[in-house]
């Protein structure tokens, strides 16, 4: 494993050539303030990054898998095909930015815009979990893929913010609550499930649960709210998967 030592002077630029050009596949970031696209396009490699990174980690992550002892800022996973991101804290806005494929695996809460855009294709289907809430616009123009919320860390505070699902045309999410705290949209059917009746998370949340040392069983033995596509809504009929 290389270990990169850094710092609030050290340019993004040189730390993300010093990170692609490495020949080890295992590196660990010391000290990061701020420094941008860590990880971006990569594949092979394995990066912890001790701190902060900035805005597009992890960016068209192509198999890389990028583990986050901290907090992220924006738009973390910002169109990744493949790989995984796990984050020990909180995320920004824009988390899985369009991303096509891999998980996003967020210990604490996520910002605005969270899977905006999010899409899969063939056999990709992009995964986020946050275990904490969501800001306003989740899912907003989802197109595909899973987005989970569980509600674990929310200080009181709704489960997700205002306009939850706007445009959605596929994909699914699901949400741990006992009810739902707003009006969604026309576009937003809506199914209350156990979550012990999902097998469909169960894979993802026992994967979830063993990064961040909790008990998936615990966790499915609740109410799920699951939001699909409205068939009839208007967004459903300007999309083909052709």
Known sequence: MQRI???ESVHFQLLNEAVRHSPETE?????????????AGLSGKKIVVNGVPGNALGAYLN?????VNGNAQDATGDTMDSG?????????????????GGKIFIQGNTGYRTGIHMKAYKDLKP?????GRAGSFLGEYQAGGIIIVL????????IIGNFCGSGMHGGTMYLRC???PHRLPEQVAIARRRGCDLPEIREILEEYCEKFALDAEKLLDANFFVLTPNTANPYQRMYTNN
């Open 151 to 158: 509600g674990l860390h929310r200080d009181g505070l709704p």
């Open 84 to 100: 995984s991101i796990v984050i020990y804290g909180n995320a920004g806005d824009a988390t899985g930015y369009a991303m096509r």
């Open 127 to 131: 995964v986020i979990v946050a275990g």
């Open 178 to 180: 006992e009810s739902l």
């Open 27 to 39: 590196i660990e970031l010391d000290g990061c303030m701020g420094q941008r696209y860590i990880g």
């Open 5 to 7: 030592r850094v710092d």
């Open 63 to 67: 198999g890389c898998d990028i583990t």
